[in-house]
């Protein structure tokens, strides 16, 4: 291009021809220099006031500059001096719709392509009109008939594909991004689409990476960072969302989607009172944000603001009353004060608002099981790596995942952890069942649990997750362990086959622990009464988690020692209950976090466990130990701490729930559960 420029203004040096100063203009126009352009066209207007051409190029460098209502005369004057000029109808064209002037747009498309019929980017133009007024079957067709002219058209294809995803043909709709960007692999916004529609079917795995592809060709789009900030809060990558979110700010200030998606990052790594300033700034900008009305309804409520997170609900829902996120939000606050019918209403019209709602299914699923509804249950838990964020992440396999048509058919089954050491051990009571049945399978467990379930069971072939990868090769089929539940426990009466015991301590070190503990005329019951989870988690926390005080009577006992079997940093709440007389026995050489063999020997050891709901409960279950899990006023932490007609937990026989509507406080519970201590 540049050596053409070089030739015409040599040509134009020498002669000052008319024809060479506009074909100059057309080439400089063509490199972006349209004011420059602009100069040359009115140099050969001079003596080419009556050049159709002219008049429509000098038209498309005004409207280029925003000078729409000269552009419109230059175009008016080109056809009226010669009206089958194709090329001035369709500049006609984009500058009356450049100026909103759809009906005299599209008359003046179909001018030109009266006059050029197989014009693609005429067909296209069309197309962009229609798309613009909400005309998808018209733009469809338009970018059909265009591509039919010129099969390459990346563009085309890339709009069309947006079409008809939003008709929901997704599959037609990917055939056409796909083509886009092999056609044209610069073409940054088929890269961005492509990855939104993907994230948008589930797909985020494979989003993210066109994603970041798009926003490496356009660096500074405030949509494409946006948008990966999106997927990566998909796949819980929350530090990278909220970076994202940060910089579309930064590139684009006014940015209200932007800012309240920094809200969800942010609260989501636990950063609440940031979370929040975000999502009353976006609804100070724009009030009726119904969005922003329920994000900060939700960290209301994380924050113990029931009435304040209330309002928020009943403001999203008075903006949309079909928002499904604000529905399911209300749904999951009625449930936490024990209206669960009512929830479960609001779950499923929280799904019907928006059937691809994988939170309200995952509730709702929550809920059934509560209810002992086991099939339904874990039918709708499966969707629980589809929620945003994931509650829990899918690993990739290029191996089929094990269903109940697999079961007898001699598969040999990956069994991958899944989520935290105690859904690993309560869910691993099925695994003698799968056994029983003739299964066989590899199991991955955290690697601190591995020399017990070894120990335990020496024919299965147990790794940790540094090992896992390749025991996996030997296998045919995958499993999440909490997906083994609707295979082998979709009935109550199915839970009959839990076994008394799953896991067995060191006999040698419980022996000795049992020995250092021992006291005529004590029992050794071990405690634990704090969970601590994710920053973002803390009303989570709060509910499972007593105060060390509140066991300060039983501690006073002749008859008992309690044992610290608490993880974590707990020190200034041991140096408080100690100081107001509170009595607590510890091993102090056992690492209760990271030696878990030492902590089940621990547990051993003890004559009973009383716990909140932690891992604790957890420990004493798999050891067949007795134990008590105590939680306030009937609401239970989770869905396998329901207790059944007897008061005992379904998965683990030797553990009894203590609650009631009635036991509201923690020196309530504590009090419940002396009496039963002693019975």
């Avoid at 229609?130 to 733009?139: H, L, M, P, T, W």
């Avoid at 067709?141 to 039919?148: F, I």
């Avoid at 356009?218 to 990558?237: D, T």
């Avoid at 691809?356 to 709708?380: C, D, I, K, P, V």
Wanted: glycine share 6%.
């Amino acid at each position: 291009m540049a050596d053409a420029e070089n030739v015409l203004r040599e040509v134009v040096s020498a002669s000052a021809r008319p024809e060479a100063i506009e074909l100059l203009g057309g080439a400089v126009a063509a490199q972006g220099r349209v004011e420059e352009a602009l100069e040359l066209y009115d140099r050969a207007m001079a003596s080419r006031a009556g050049s159709p051409s002219l008049r429509t190029n000098r038209a498309r460098a005004l409207m280029a500059l925003g000078r729409l209502d000269e552009a419109l005369q230059e175009a008016l004057e080109a056809v009226r001096i010669k009206p089958d000029l194709h090329p001035a109808w369709n500049q006609l064209a984009g500058i009356h719709a450049a100026r909103g002037e759809a009906a005299q747009a599209e008359r003046a498309y179909r001018r030109a392509l009266s006059l050029k019929p197989d014009h693609a980017d005429t067909h296209y133009n069309l197309a962009l009109l229609f798309q613009s007024q909400g005309r998808s079957e018209e733009a469809i067709a338009s970018y059909r008939k265009a591509l039919q002219m010129r099969p390459d058209f990346a563009p085309a294809h890339n709009n069309v594909a947006n079409e008809l995803y939003l008709q929901g043909r997704v599959d037609e709709a990917f055939v056409h991004y796909d083509r886009a960007i092999r056609l044209d692999p610069q073409l940054a916004d088929a890269w961005s689409n492509y990855g939104n529609a993907l994230r948008e079917a589930g797909r985020v795995e494979q989003a993210i990476p066109l994603l970041e592809r798009a926003l490496a060709l356009k660096p500074g789009s405030a949509p494409v960072q946006n948008n990966l900030g999106i997927a990566y809060f998909a796949r819980n990558r929350l530090a990278e969302a909220a970076e994202c979110h940060r910089r579309a700010l930064e590139a684009q200030p006014g940015f209200l989607e932007a800012r309240n998606n920094l809200g969800n990052a942010l609260a989501a790594l636990g950063r609440g009172d940031e979370a929040i300033a975000c999502y009353e700034a976006v609804i100070a900008a724009k009030p009726d944000h119904a969005d922003a009305h329920s994000n900060l309804g939700l960290q209301l409520q994380e924050r113990g603001d029931i009435e304040g997170a209330m309002r928020s609900y009943e403001r999203a829902l008075a903006l949309e009353p079909a928002h499904a996120d604000a529905i399911n939000n209300l749904g999951y606050l009625l449930q936490e004060q024990g209206r669960q019918d009512d929830a479960m209403a609001l779950y499923r019209r929280a799904m019907q608002a928006n059937p691809r709602s994988a939170r309200a299914a995952y509730n709702l699923g929550l809920a059934h099981l509560a209810r002992f509804e086991f099939e339904e249950g874990w039918r709708l838990c499966e969707l629980r790596y589809h929620t945003t964020p994931p509650v829990a992440v899918l690993r990739p396999f290029r191996i089929a995942p094990f269903t109940a048509a697999d079961l007898g058919q001699g598969r040999r089954i990956a069994i991958w952890r899944e989520q935290g050491v105690g859904d690993q051990l309560i869910y691993s009571t099925l695994l003698p069942e799968l056994a029983t049945r003739g299964e066989r399978f590899v199991l991955e467990v955290d690697a601190r649990l591995v020399a017990a379930f070894r120990r335990a069971f020496p024919q299965w072939n147990v790794v940790s997750p540094d090992e896992s990868e390749t025991a996996f090769a030997e296998c045919d089929r995958h499993m999440a362990i909490a997906t083994l539940p609707g295979l082998l426990r979709n009935s109550r009466a199915r839970f009959e086959r839990q076994p008394a015991a799953l896991l067995a301590a060191d006999v040698a070190r419980s022996s000795e622990y049992r020995r250092r503990l021992a006291k005529p005329g004590k029992r050794v019951v071990g405690i634990s009464w704090r969970s601590f989870q994710p920053a973002a988690r803390g009303h989570v926390q709060r509910k499972k988690s007593a105060p060390l005080e509140a066991f300060k009577a039983l501690s006073l006992r002749d008859d008992m020692m309690l044992l610290d079997l608490q993880y974590g940093d707990t020190s200034a709440e041991r140096d408080a209950f100690a100081a107001g007389g509170g009595r607590l026995a510890r091993l102090e050489d056992l690492d209760l976090f990271h030696d878990l063999e030492g902590v089940l020997a621990a547990v051993a050891a003890c004559d009973a466990i009383l716990t909140t709901s932690n891992v604790t409960a957890h420990f004493a279950g798999v050891l067949g130990k007795p134990a008590l899990l105590v939680y306030l006023s009937g609401n239970p932490p989770f869905h396998y701490w329901v207790p059944d007609e007897e008061g005992r937990c379904l998965w683990y026989p030797s553990l009894r729930i203590v609650t009631a509507r009635e036991i509201d406080t923690w020196p309530k519970a504590l009090e419940r559960a002396g009496e039963l201590l002693d019975a």
